[in-house]
């Protein structure tokens, strides 16, 4: 490799904001360039890894827990040292944090990392336009990520007036006069932003941390509570394929505490049966075709949520399982919310 390290770019942003959307066009879209990816999900299943397989040679993937606390600067590096080494040719390296993470600690995790070949490449902060005041509203801390972000990302403008877009344009560069504000549909941005990356000077991690406080003052930490606390994730699977009327039912009056739901579900109605990844964010919901190929119909589903009734959550999926035959037009319930 190169004598140049490789910038490690972290990825953040609240639940459903657009992190993987980005990933994956940046992976679509490499000009050339080789990224090695570490990902991490809230749920036992890591649906965003399965959501990113095939379109990286270098990945490696944590589920089950937070990254920004559920490992140390030493489980760190041994993620770090799978992907940048002597030989290792990559250009940038990016971590996806879960949607509970806190940029705060990620950034700690890389400043700190003994790896020789890899620098501090910033902080890329998504945001959903369409939730970030309520998010705000229910978590203030959101409002210190965005001050701590080098590169701001406004994604899903296409769902919010001109004069909401001002709006939240103003309140982010109140935030931060520092970091550039990309405004995006579907986490699209020249990936030339990240990937020139080596050629820039290297961006300090938040304007009021110095370094030495963001990889010592854990007492700081102690005194606000992370993100994640009091969030619970739920992971169900199912040989069966779903009825997708009472699926669609399920997402459309969630059981309370219900922010986030995401993963592959499998229904079958009459002779017919389809796959898909289902995705929804708040009251928002998207079915696309599940597009792995040759992979086997399964449902693999990922529900978070703030102070949830885990079992509640689970019986209603379960009472998603005929156990009778279901009529060909219960298939209807799913087109409404198909893409294509
Ligand atoms: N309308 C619209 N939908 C978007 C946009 N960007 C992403 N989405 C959808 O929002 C949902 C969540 O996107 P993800 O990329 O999975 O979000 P994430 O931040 O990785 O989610 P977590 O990892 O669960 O925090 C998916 O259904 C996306 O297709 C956008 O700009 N506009």
Same mark, same amino acid.
């Given at each position: 490799m190169s004598s140049t390290r490789i910038p490690v770019v972290i990825v953040a942003g609240f639940l459903g904001s657009g992190k993987t959307t980005l990933l994956n066009h940046l992976l679509r879209n490499t000009r050339g360039a080789r990224i090695g990816v570490i990902v991490n999900d809230f749920?036992?299943?890591n649906i965003d890894s399965m959501m990113v397989? @095939?379109?990286?040679d270098s990945m490696v993937s944590l589920s089950n827990g937070c990254l920004c606390c559920a490992v140390d600067v030493s489980d760190m590096d041994t993620m770090l040292d799978k992907l940048a080494h002597r030989s290792s040719d990559l250009d940038v390296i990016v971590v996806e944090a879960s @949607?509970?993470?806190e940029p705060r600690n990620m950034i700690r995790l890389v400043t700190g990392s003994?790896?020789?070949y890899i620098t501090y490449g910033g902080l890329v902060l998504v945001i959903d336009a369409v939730e970030f005041d309520d998010a705000c509203a229910r978590h203030p801390e959101l409002e210190q990520h965005v001050a701590l972000a080098d590169l701001l990302l406004l994604n899903k403008i296409d769902r919010i007036d001109a004069d909401a877009h001002d709006d939240l344009l103003g309140r982010l560069c109140a935030l931060n006069r520092r970091a550039a504000v990309v405004s995006t549909e579907h986490s699209r941005m020249d990936p030339g932003l990240l990937f020139d990356i080596p050629d820039r000077p290297e961006p300090q991690p938040?304007?009021?941390?110095?370094l030495d406080r963001l990889l010592y003052d854990d007492e700081h930490d102690c005194d606000h509570g992370h993100l994640h606390d009091g969030y619970d994730a739920v992971t169900f699977a199912a040989a069966k394929p779903l009825h997708p009327r009472l699926f669609v039912d399920f997402l459309e009056t969630q059981p309370a505490g219900v922010f986030r739901i995401k993963g592959y579900v499998h229904v079958a109605a009459g002779l017919r049966s389809r796959a898909y990844l289902v995705h929804t964010v708040g009251d928002h919901i998207r079915f696309e075709p599940?597009?792995?190929?040759?992979?086997?119909?399964t449902t693999e589903l990922v529900v978070i949520g703030a102070d949830l009734d885990t079992e509640a959550v689970r019986e209603r999926l379960e009472g998603c399982i005929p156990t009778e035959p279901v009529s060909a037009d219960a298939m209807y319930a799913v087109h409404r919310f198909t893409s294509r």
């Open positions: 749920g036992s299943v397989a @095939g379109q990286v @949607g509970l993470a003994a790896n020789e938040g304007e009021q941390l110095t599940d597009r792995r190929g040759e992979a086997p119909a």
